[in-house]
DNA sequence: CTTAACTCTGTACTGTGTACGAAGTAGAGG
DNA sequence: CCTCTACTTCGTACACAGTACAGAGTTAAG
C-alpha cells in the first residue's frame, strides 16, 4: 500500500509508554548485556524517517539499520506505535526557547518559526498523531514555554491556551501543506509545473471543466499561483496566516484591557 | 501495521484520474455487461470509510460489501489512490452553497462550519491527503463558492485566495484534532478522564513531572481541562480559532480600505 | 462465424507488525 | 562453585495489505 501518513497507536498499556518517554527504566539487573538502548533504536528510526518519511520507519527496517534481527527491537521498545511516540518528544527536545522579553508577538513568531523549521527537518512529525501522546518531557517544556509567551497580557487562562493552541495548529496546517507539496514533487517526479503541462490538456478537453463555469475560481488561481510561481505557496500561507492570526489576538487583547480599564 | 491515516497516491497516469473525477468515461463498446459502476465502487467505499475510518476501505474490504472478487474492482478504478480520490471530491459534493448577500464574515462562518461538519460526517476526509488531487468537479466548485465569499471587499486577488486558504486551513486542523480525539475514544475504549485516571498516578510517579517543572503549563492546563471538561476541546477551539482569524482579516480590510481612501 | 475488446477471477508475490517459543547469557542466592 | 532465574536475542510463522499476471468467459463489430 503507498501509505503516507498520520499513524497511531492502539490501545497499549500506557505505563511502559510514558516510562520510556520519560528515561526511568530500571536497569536490566540480569542476564546478558543488551547490545543496544532504546535512545540507538529512537535514533535509528529518527534517521530513517527523516531520510524517507514515516513509511521507512519499519520494525525490520530500523532493525537492519541497526544491525540486529527485528524482533530485537521488542526488548527496547512495546511496539511500532511507542516507537513513534518516542521520536516524536525526542525531535520536540530540539525546539529551542525563545528568548524572555521579546512581547507576546515576538515571541510567539519566533516559536512558530522554530515550529515550522522543525517540522521541515523532521517531516515524518506530521505523519504521526500526537493526540495523548504528548505527555513526553519534550512536550510539556514545549507547552511551558508557549504559554510564557502570552503570559500576562491581559487573558485568562482557558484563552492562553486557546492562543497558543491556535497558533500551532496554524504552523503544523501550513506546514502540512508545505510538506504534501515537497513529497509529491519527490514522488510523482514532477514539478508543479510540469504537472500541469500534463494535466491542463486534459482538464481542457472536459466541457464542465469550463473555466466559464469557474470564473473567479479560475481568475484568483492564475493569480495566485503566478503570484507565487507555484500552485500553491505553503511558505506564504504560513507568513499570512501568522499575521492574520496575530492581528486577531491583538483584537482580542485590546478588547480585554479595554473592558477591564 | 495499526494505520490511522493520510495516505496518498504514488505517481500514476493523471489522465485516468482526472477522466473519472469528471465522469467522461467512453462507455465500453464490448464485452460482457459490467455488474457495476465506477459510482458503485465509489459509495461503497464511503459506507466503509464512513462506519471505519480509512483504514477500513481496503480493496478487498470494498469488494465484499460489493459481492465480487477483489481483482474485479482494478476495472472500475485504476488502484486504491484514485480510488480514495473519488471519494474525496464525492463527499465534497455534500458542502452546500451559502446563501447570496450574507456579508463576508457571515459567509465565511457558513462556509466553516458547513466544511466542520463535513469533516465529522466523514472522518476519513482527514486521513486522506488532498494536494493536486483538488481537481474534481466539486472540489472546483467549492473554491469558486469561497471565494465568492470574499469578493468585492477590498482584497487582491492573491490575498482572497490566502483568506480562503487560511479559513480553510483552520477548520482542517481543528477537525482533525476533533476526530484524532474522538477515534482515540473509541480504539482506547477509555474516556479522557478514564485515561487520566490511569496516567495521572504513572507520571505522579516520576521526579522529573513535578508540576512545580512545569508551573504554567499546569495551572493553565487544569484550568483549560476543567472548563472544556476535557483534556483539549477541539469545538471549542474552531470557535475561538475563526473569531480570531475573522478579527485577523477584518484589520486586513480597514487597512486595505485606509490605505485606499 | 470470426475476431477483438472487455469483464471477471484465482493464484501468487512482496512487504507489514508481531505472537510464540527456543537458545543462550549473566547476575543472585546458596 | 553451582543452580536458578531474569534477561536478551532471534528464527519461524501468521494474518492482512495492494496488485501483477494470465486465463476463462462474454459480447458486439466486421
Redesign the interface.
Known sequence: ???????????SD??RA??LL???AAPARRGPKPKLTTADVVSAAITLGDADGIDAVTIRGVAEHLGVSPMTLYTYVPG??ELLDLMIDHAHGELSVPEPGLGWRAALTALADDEWALYHRHPWLL?A?T??SA?G?NS??R??HE??AV?GIGL???E????V??VS??V???AR?SL??A??VR????TDAQ?WE??GP??AG?P??DPAH????S???T??GQ?HNA??DPA??FR??L??????????ISARSEGRE
Chains 1, 2 share one sequence.
Open positions: 500500500m503507498s501509505r503516507v501518513s498520520t499513524e497511531d497507536n492502539g490501545g500506557p505505563r510514558i516510562e520519560w528515561g526511568v511500532r506505535a505523519q498523531t493526540t495523548r505527555l518531557p510539556f517544556a507547552y511551558e504559554l510564557r503570559e485568562d487562562d482557558v492562553m491556551d486557546a492562543v493552541t491556535l495548529g496554524l503544523r496546517g501550513t501543506s504534501d507539496a513529497r509529491l514522488t510523482s517526479g514532477m504537472w500534463r494535466v486534459v482538464l472536459i464542465a471543466a469557474y470564473p473567479l475560481a481568475r484568483v488561481g493569480a495566485a503570484a500552485a500553491s506564504h500561507n499570512f496566516g499575521a492574520r492570526v496575530l492581528d486577531g489576538i491583538e483584537t482580542l
